[in-house]
Nanobody, 116 residues
Framework: QVQLVESGGGLVQPGGSLRLSCIAS????????MAWYRQAPGKERELVAR???????MYADSVKGRFTISRDNAKNTVYLQMNSLKPEDTAVYYC??????????WGTGTLVTVSS
């Protein structure tokens, strides 16, 4: 059974940093790309970043230069390093296994709140 478990969310002041982690189980992690999405209150879920099997990464324009996605295949973990956080980054962040690698899977999400 595939599971994606996020952690690392919390309350941070504007300009601060957080690192989200997503531990995957029940699948061959090294053979799949991964992604982070977010959903702010009253808005649709949106793609934040994706990382391929070879660690090629892409980012939403809104987070370019501030967020970094990475992976550690030995730990079955994908990370999202978030720097220079803004209030508009406030959202529930979800780990995702994209459908182009097979069945799509989602984590349950971790809340990030950016506020002073």
């Amino acid at each position: 059974q595939v599971q994606l478990v996020e952690s690392g969310g919390g309350l941070v002041q504007p300009g601060g940093s957080l690192r989200l982690s997503c531990i995957a189980s029940g699948m061959l992690f090294s053979a799949t790309g991964m992604a982070w999405y977010r959903q702010a209150p009253g808005k649709e879920r949106e793609l934040v970043a994706r990382i391929s099997v070879t660690s090629w990464a892409m980012y939403a324009d809104s987070v370019k230069g501030r967020f970094t996605i990475s992976r550690d295949n030995a730990k079955n973990t994908v990370y999202l390093q978030m720097n220079s956080l803004k209030p508009e980054d406030t959202a529930v962040y979800y780990c995702n296994r994209p459908s182009n690698y097979g069945t799509e899977y989602w984590g349950t999400g971790t809340l990030v709140t950016v506020s002073s």
